[in-house]
């Protein structure tokens, strides 16, 4: 997975457009549907913590992971001056180790693609599922691979935002899955001076059965697939589909 060190200062400048609460309050829908409000949650690949600011605030205490320290540096900041019940662990999934159990699970905004070794993602999945208690539920998402063949695929986009301005190169590698991402990100750093950062990471799509596999091999059982954002089946066009799985051993 990437580091995203580069990434992590923009980060939230460049994903203004996500409605985190909106987001959140879906998926305590979708624990409220198939079990019941978790009372401590893992939120795997938490990023600058957008999630798991949501989550706290509805009452919900939440142990926040993600390999970067810089997106995690991000995470703590915000959460200092919010004084919410969120403990944020810099660690890579592959090593996941949480002090005990936790109710309830979820991982956001494609972070399992992030994973490209299907190796990495089973065991990503496995120690997630390890740490969660039996009977309850993992929630994800993941991108499609309709999405990188037909959406990232070979694109380019320029952004500027609040004097950053970026721009976000795609390449979609020979496997047909894979995609490469190129980020420069340009700002001032004084009257008459600017300076450049890169970051570069990958993401790959999964079929539909090496996702339900990986997860039947960590012992949950998919309950539901939705399309993103919805209570509906996922279309042949969908993007990004919600993964609601339970821990059954």
Same mark, same amino acid.
């Given at each position: ?16 457009? @996500?409605? +985190? ?7 305590? /829908? &979708? *624990?409220?549907?198939? #079990?019941?409000?978790?009372?401590? =949650? ?43 019940? @969120?403990? +944020? ?7 996941? /180790? &949480? *002090?005990?159990?936790? #109710?309830?699970?979820?991982?956001? =905004? ?66 047909? =899955? ?72």
């Amino acid at each position: 997975m990437s580091s995203y060190n580069n990434f992590s200062p923009f980060y939230d400048i460049f994903t203004h457009n @996500v409605d +985190y609460k909106k987001r959140s309050n879906y998926l305590m /829908d &979708l *624990f409220l549907r198939f #079990d019941k409000k978790p009372q401590l =949650l893992l939120d795997f690949a938490c990023g600058t913590g957008g999630f798991s600011t949501e989550f706290s605030k509805m009452g919900v205490e939440v142990i926040g992971v993600d390999s970067s320290e810089g997106m995690l540096c991000v995470a703590n900041e915000k959460n200092a001056g919010l004084k919410l019940p @969120v403990l +944020y662990l810099n660690q890579r999934g592959e090593e996941l /180790d &949480l *002090f005990g159990t936790v #109710d309830g699970a979820i991982s956001c =905004l494609d972070s399992l693609n992030h994973i490209t070794d299907y190796n990495n993602l089973e065991k990503c999945i496995s120690n997630v599922s390890l740490f969660l208690e039996e009977g309850r539920l993992f929630i994800f998402d993941m991108n499609t691979v309709y999405k990188h063949q037909k959406i990232l695929a070979d694109s380019a986009f320029r952004f500027k935002k609040h004097g950053v301005e970026c721009i976000w190169n795609n390449r979609l590698w020979d496997d047909g =899955l894979t995609v490469e991402i190129n980020l420069n990100f340009t700002y001032k750093t004084g009257l008459f001076r600017k300076e450049t950062v890169t970051e570069r990471f990958f993401e790959r799509a999964y079929s539909e059965e090496e996702i339900l596999s990986a997860c039947e091999a960590a012992g949950l059982k998919v309950e539901a697939v939705y399309g993103e954002n919805t209570m509906l089946p996922p279309s042949e066009a969908s993007q990004r589909n919600i993964y609601v799985t339970r821990k059954v051993r």
